[in-house]
């Protein structure tokens, strides 16, 4: 399974890491291991002391490399050696030392990181007021109800499901519904 892990580095070094670790795994055969190596940067546009628009990058997580790697029970220990002994890497984020794994990220954190990059897009959503919807998962799996509010910001409807002969709302993640 791949899962994002991030890597400290010494501040201000984080795009030569990048570029020697990537250049690592082609040399020593990992990439079947080791997938993407990320600086996270965003363009801000600044202004000058003479008062022209200027565009600078900025890191959004300065001293920090995010590495994409295969997790399995089984895995090499020779990804995280090669990723830990990098020049100018000083370990992983969450990782106490003696050869302990270090913790991935979440991956909604990570999903949002990419989404704010622009490198994956937040899937469509097409359920609006008033649809009738099916509840897939969860205690209240089968039921049916119509949408009264949809909060794009949280991922979550609420739907009105008829319960006792009376309709309550519900709120329900994106995820654990299917229009009808």
């Known amino acids: 399974m791949k ?3 991030i890597v400290t580095t010494y501040s201000g070094y984080e795009n030569s890491v990048k570029q020697d670790l990537e250049r690592r795994r082609e040399s020593m055969n990992m990439t079947h291991l080791i ?16 008062g022209k628009k200027k565009e600078k990058v900025e890191k959004l997580f300065p001293g920090y490399v995010f590495v994409e790697m295969e ?20 370990g992983f984020l969450g990782s106490s030392g003696g050869g302990t794994k270090p913790v991935a990220v979440p991956k909604d954190e ?3 990181i990419l ?15 008033g649809d009738k919807v099916i509840v897939t998962e969860g205690s209240f799996k089968d039921m049916v109800g119509e949408v009264s509010v949809v909060n794009l910001e949280k991922e979550t409807l609420t ?10 709302p519900m709120e329900f993640p994106f995820n654990q519904v299917k229009k009808i």
Do not use: H
């Not at 399995?72 to 100018?88: H, I, L, Q, S, Y």
């Not at 739907?159 to 309550?168: D, E, H, S, W, Y």
């Open 3 to 5: 899962r994002w892990y």
């Open 35 to 50: 997938y993407q190596v990320l600086v996270p940067e965003e363009v801000k546009e600044v202004v000058d002391k003479k």
């Open 71 to 90: 997790v399995d029970k089984e895995m090499d220990e020779d990804a995280w050696f090669m990723v830990r002994n990098t020049p100018k890497v000083t």
């Open 110 to 112: 990570m999903d949002a």
């Open 115 to 129: 989404e704010k990059l622009g490198l994956v897009q937040k899937p469509v959503f097409e359920i609006y007021a």
């Open 159 to 168: 739907i009105l499901i008829n319960m006792f002969g009376r309709m309550t």
